[in-house]
């Protein structure tokens, strides 16, 4: 669809056209569809729309301009044909009456398109008025768009609309929060949260030319989903670009329309920081009265029912005034607005008209009031607030301190500062301290992904010691944003002495505040708040020096060094955010190392205690937690975290996370086989091959890759993917469960040969958990003795091996004990290998029948409640095959799993196994507590033969009585056999 043309939202509008349309068709009634909205607001792009799907009519069109308005006539002359409008007459009566004839002549569907009503003169709106309310028995529909406005000749037809039946009103505002995140969702295929669609709403005010601004941006061939990108898109709104320069002129056109005593009026409003009363209106411009009237028909302004009070309908518009004005009117409006204002809005105003006007004087005066506003807000948390008036301050009076307060101030928010000269700025001038120009100097390279810059700049520890607090802290934070970006990319060992260095001075540092030394105190932050954010970067810098080390440590001393730092940051208010950190990464540790249930309750403790906290974090665990979930059978529940990290994406800036989270998305609809159906909410396909092809990126779609392929039987997929995983820096580095999957598909596809080797190099890890290593050395073992033909052997190692995943422990106390706890979907892989080895050496394992077929129907009915239709399947073929070959009285013609009800438990599913179908059928509608009489009649049978075969089922079932049926049928699924 052409880029002029797009069109976004508003199907239930569509509906309302479309509804009055087919009524014109069908019935040759007329209909008058009044489309009202402020400039902007996609009016004409609905009209388009609308018309464009009326296939077969025939279409007539006036597009008004705001030079009609003074044209008598002009409009009602344009409903005519171009010969009649040349000598179209003047009176109304005259003209009326030759509209109405020309109308009546209509004997084919017309639509009839008048745009802009709000410019159409007195005489033309007489006419359509009248013509509207006469017209009968012509198949005619009347779409008009027109902008709010209260001239009497116009709101005539407002309330037509709202009295006649043949007449609707559709009032169109921009598009809400919620209505902005489903649009997103639904035009980039991209998972969207709460928060990135408030911040885009908050942006784009709802209009859609901007909406779909940030769309293209987003859906751009060659563009990455970061962050970046929406910064990018909503940095070009901001400055006027793309459709904002459209926009911008709508606003112009409306604001000269506006009589030039109202102007003013306008200007005012836009710079004001808060509704205005037209007695402060009057003042602050210094005129005896104000035509409120006139000022509520700009069609630009709202009044506020409770307090009178007047302010610009939407921040778009103010953006458009502001831009518009002269420079001199804005700063002295700024300052006529100070004296009216108090507190931080009067240090904006004169700061802002300072900034526009050199001559404004006493700028030491305005940076202190903005410093006070700045300290108020910062001890009060506001990090918003603080920012914006450091950033002030700064190009109030560039110096060394404003520079200093507006980087601590950015750290605080935990954002960068969009001042492009102040890299520049702060690189040419003495006056910065040199640790606070190296901080900064080096988070601009790390932004641009120069890493050797970013160390070049942080190299060396000569004057931290000597530098102020707000500046240690800065330079801190560069290098703490550096560590995570390095140690991500498995380089941060060149970063590795100078985050020492800079942790011994932020002990130094805590220790003086700690003994309460006078001369650290700063007027930003409190001493409790700076001691907060000191302990906060020293622990989160530890961390990530005992990360760099974690290949050679034990998982358990790991645990215990973080536990160490936990205790020193739980004694601080404020450092909740350090505190998730610190979980997040002792969980995502333990999930790689096989402790799953230990990093099971760290993650679920970040994300339930600290959820606003850090949202960076927060999606890590959340990554995590779909991997912990997905191997212990929760697929529904992985889904969630994993879509609730993606839609983070766009709103942190870490460019690592995009690959990872994305990926994480894709496991669950690619193990259940929805991957290419699309059947799922989000379709991120076509993102994951744009993002930049990173490690984590490839390994992240490996993982999918190979769980797609073994639920799908791939196996030679399977090994390339597996392979190649362990071949990129990724989040499963140090996991061994894939080697499962690698060993299961070397198996199945005739390679045993080479399992000796991987069992090799699992038995080489030393750091994964003895009970998760144990499992799979047993079961590539059993693997292993299968291929080499030596079932007896094989069993024995694949039956230790159930024993071990039986016993790995559950996640949550949900999962029933026994069933392979986090484990559970290994444990399900490994009843096929063990029913398979049954299978294969039936000679020797007949009696391993049974135990065997429990195993499959338990996996079944599992992977059933996964969702993973490729693998209960799989199941299901091996169960049949298994009762098959085991050849036990009344095996052949048993029903098969995948026609037994989903909900059943494992033994139920078993026994159910072993009856007629007939029998089966009787016993499932008995279980449901249908009495012999009813099944009777249900299934056309004398009552004594459902009797004869109720007794059989119960023989054969083991059970006393048809309460014990309906209990083995019912109470065993509300227990919750099936781990999912």
């Known amino acids: 669809m052409s880029r002029l043309h797009r069109f976004l939202g508003r199907e239930s509008e569509l509906e309302l056209i479309a509804a009055a349309a087919e009524s014109v068709h069908s019935s040759s009634d007329p209909r008058f569809i009044l489309i009202d909205g402020p400039p902007g607001v996609g009016k004409t792009s609905l009209l388009n729309e609308a018309v ?93 768009t027109s902008r709010p406005t209260t001239r009497p000749e116009l709101q005539r037809l407002a309330r037509y609309t709202a009295t006649a039946g043949e007449a609707l009103r559709i009032v169109l505002e921009p598009f809400s929060r919620a209505e902005v995140r489903a649009l997103l969702q639904e035009q980039t295929g991209l998972p969207i949260s709460s928060n990135v669609a408030a911040r885009i709403h908050d942006a784009t005010g709802g209009f859609p030319a901007f909406l779909d601004h940030v769309i293209e941006k987003l859906t751009a061939r060659d563009e990455a989903i970061t962050a970046a990108a929406l910064d990018d898109a909503l940095e070009q709104l901001d400055r006027g670009e793309g459709p904002a320069e459209s926009q911008r002129q709508r606003i112009r056109e409306v604001f000269e329309e506006t009589p030039v005593q109202l102007q003013e009026v306008l200007a005012l409003l836009a710079l004001s920081s808060y509704p205005l009363a037209i007695h402060e209106i009057r003042d602050l411009l210094g005129v005896e009265a104000v035509d409120a009237a006139a000022l509520r028909d700009s069609g630009l302004v709202q009044e506020s029912v409770k307090s009178g009070r007047f302010f610009l309908t939407h921040h778009i518009f103010r953006q458009g005034l502001v831009a518009d004005l002269p420079r001199e009117q804005r700063a002295d409006l700024h300052l006529r607005l100070a004296r009216l204002d108090a507190g931080p809005s009067s240090a904006r105003h004169r700061a802002e008209a300072a900034l526009l006007d050199p001559s404004v004087g006493d700028r030491p005066a305005i940076v202190a ?62 006056n910065v301290h040199p640790v606070l120009r190296r901080g900064i100097l080096a988070r601009e390279s790390l932004m641009r992904g120069d890493l050797q810059s970013t160390l070049g700049f942080l190299a060396g520890g000569a004057g931290l010691e000597e530098a102020s607090p707000k500046a240690l802290l800065c330079y801190a934070d560069t290098v703490l944003s550096a560590s995570r970006t390095t140690g991500l990319r498995g380089s941060y060992w060149q970063l590795f002495k100078i985050a ?20 650290l105190r700063i007027r ?207 989040i499963w580095s140090r996991a061994i469960t894939p080697a499962v999957l690698l060993g299961r598909s070397l198996f199945h596809s005739g390679r045993a040969q080479a399992l000796p080797a991987l069992i090799t190099k699992v038995r080489a890890d030393e750091h994964s958990s003895a009970a998760q290593r144990d499992y799979v050395l047993r079961h590539l073992r059993g693997l292993a003795a299968m291929g080499a033909g030596k079932h007896v052997t094989a069993y024995e190692h694949l039956s230790a091996a159930m024993t071990t995943v039986s016993g790995i422990p559950a996640l949550k106390s949900s999962q029933v004990s026994g069933d392979g706890g986090a484990l559970s979907i290994y444990r399900g892989l490994l009843a096929l290998d063990l029913a398979q080895c049954v299978v294969l050496g039936m000679d020797s394992l007949q009696e391993k029948v049974e135990q065997s077929s429990e195993w499959v129907l338990w996996a079944g009915s599992m992977f059933q409640g996964c969702g993973a239709e490729g693998l209960f399947h799989q199941a299901d073929e091996v169960f049949r095959t298994l009762r098959k070959g085991g050849a036990l009285p009344g095996a052949v013609g048993r029903v098969r799993m995948i026609d037994l009800p989903a909900g059943l438990s494992s033994k139920a599913r078993f026994a159910l196994a072993a009856l007629t179908a007939r029998e089966r059928e009787i016993a499932l509608m008995v279980g449901h507590g249908l009495s012999n009489k009813d099944v009777a009649e249900e299934l056309v049978l004398s009552v004594r033969t459902v009797e004869y075969h109720v007794a059989n089922a119960l023989g054969k079932l083991a059970l006393d009585s048809r309460h014990a049926l309906r209990r083995m049928l019912q109470d065993e699924a509300e227990d919750g056999l099936r781990s999912a």
């Open 500 to 519: 020492e260095r800079t942790v011994e001075v932020l002990q130094l540092l805590e220790e003086r505040l700690q003994a309460g030394d006078p001369t």
């Open 524 to 730: 930003m932050a409190t001493p409790e708040q700076l001691l907060a954010e000191t302990r906060g970067l020293r622990v989160s810098l530890q961390l990530w020096r005992l990360l760099e080390g974690m290949d050679a440590a034990e998982p358990e001393l790991f645990s215990q060094e973080v536990e160490v730092l936990l205790d020193e940051v739980r004694q601080i208010p404020g450092t909740e955010s350090a505190q998730l950190v610190l979980l997040v990464a002792r969980g995502a540790l333990l999930r790689t190392t096989g402790h799953l249930s230990e990093a099971y309750s760290d993650l679920i403790s970040a994300v339930e205690n600290w959820p606003g906290r850090n949202r960076r974090a927060l999606a890590h665990a959340e990554i995590h937690l779909t991997y912990l979930l997905f191997e212990a059978g929760m697929w529904s529940e992985a889904q969630g975290f994993a879509e609730s990290a993606a839609a983070e994406v766009l709103d942190i800036s870490e460019d690592n996370l995009a690959p990872v989270a994305f990926n994480a998305a894709h496991l669950v609809p690619a193990a259940r086989g929805e991957r290419e159906g699309q059947n799922w909410p989000f379709d991120l396909r076509a993102h994951i091959h744009r993002m930049t092809d990173t490690s984590l990126g490839r390994a992240g779609r490996g993982f999918v890759e190979a769980w797609g392929a073994t639920c799908a039987q791939d196996h030679e997929r399977v090994i390339s993917s597996v392979l190649g995983l362990q071949a990129e820096l990724n």
């Open 369 to 430: 009031a903005l410093t006070d506003a700045a300290r108020t807000a910062s001890r009060t948390s506001d990090h918003a607030e603080t920012l914006e008036l450091s950033r002030l301050a700064f190009e109030v009076d560039r110096s060394g301190d404003t520079l200093e307060a507006l980087t601590f101030a950015a750290m605080r928010a935990g954002t960068r500062f969009a001042i492009d000269s102040t890299t520049s700025w702060a690189q040419s001038h003495e």
């Open 52 to 144: 464009a799907r009326l296939t077969g009519w025939s279409r007539a069109n006036v597009y008004l301009d705001v030079a009609d308005r003074a044209t008598p006539g002009y409009a009602a002359a344009h409903l005519l044909r171009k010969p009649q409008r040349y000598h179209a007459p003047t009176d109304p009566q005259e003209l009326a009456a030759l509209v109405q004839e020309q109308v009546d002549g209509i004997t084919e569907p017309v639509v009839l398109v008048i745009e802009d009503l709000q410019w159409m003169d007195p005489l033309s709106a007489a006419v359509v008025y009248q013509t509207i309310r006469e017209v009968e028995d012509v198949p005619l529909l009347s779409l008009v």
